[in-house]
């Protein structure tokens, strides 16, 4: 098979293999969130907070396991590597990819740059869900 097709199959793969992932991460996202607020209630978002916290933890650990120190990573293929971290975690929260990202800034002493991303993502993902929120309201009218 020539190199040229092998890279659209393994690329089709990868694709294939995000989308079940993150199919997976958002019934499971779904799922623990609707068991929290029956259990909780609904007044405060303890469901998302839950998913949020153990999806980055998640990534975290398999970060850590499969970086080129990892103890998994001659073991696990690049394409199981996808399946469980931008596929499960990203579709269970992508709050997990955003704290992995900000910790590898952190860790590489881009404090300020750490510091930019989260100051950036909060108030930027704020804004922008409250001009959705409004735009919504407005098609609404």
């Not at 007044?43 to 949020?52: E, H, Q, R, S």
């Not at 469980?84 to 404090?111: A, D, E, H, P, R």
């Amino acid at each position: 098979m020539p190199q040229r097709r092998i890279r659209r199959v393994d690329k089709a793969m990868a694709y294939l293999a995000v989308g079940i992932g993150s199919a997976l991460g958002g019934m499971g996202r779904f799922w623990i969130a609707g068991l929290v607020g029956q259990r909780f209630g609904d007044a405060f978002p303890w469901g998302t907070i839950l998913v949020n916290v153990s999806g980055s933890f998640a990534i975290g650990f398999l970060a850590a396991l499969t970086s080129s120190e990892g103890r998994l990573h001659p073991k696990l293929s690049p394409l199981a590597v996808q399946f469980f971290m931008v596929g499960i975690c990203g579709g269970y929260t992508t709050f997990s990819s955003f704290s992995l990202q900000t910790l590898k800034l952190i860790q590489g002493g881009n404090l300020s740059q750490a510091g930019t991303n989260i100051a950036l993502s909060v108030i930027a993902c704020l804004a922008a869900v409250w001009a959705g929120h409004a735009l919504g309201q407005l098609l609404q009218r």
